[in-house]
């Protein structure tokens, strides 16, 4: 997974897979892109900043529970 912030544009991405995609705008200026198995690609939003309140909300990221568990044996 990729997250990455683009202040030129004011704009945050979240890649959770690479390739070839089609966008679907969820709302103006969210964006879902799905792969082509019709799985959940990225999301893009525009005019970050402005929805999340400040910068410093973009500068944070905590990360829980990420990845698969290990098996129960």
């Known amino acids: ?7 030129n ?9 690479e390739g070839t995609v ?3 705008e969820l709302g103006e200026g969210i964006a879902l892109e799905y ?3 019709g799985r ?3 999301v ?3 005019d970050a900043v402005k929805r999340f309140g400040d910068a410093g909300t ?3 990221i905590i990360l829980e529970g990420v990845g ?3 098996p129960v044996r």
């Open 58 to 60: 973009l500068r944070q």
């Open 9 to 17: 544009v004011d704009a945050l991405s979240i890649v959770f897979r």
């Open 1 to 7: 997974m990729r997250i990455a912030y683009d202040a």
């Open 44 to 46: 893009e939003i525009l």
């Open 35 to 37: 792969a082509v198995d």
């Open 22 to 24: 089609t966008t679907k």
């Open 68 to 70: 698969p568990e290990a």
């Open 40 to 42: 959940l690609a990225g």
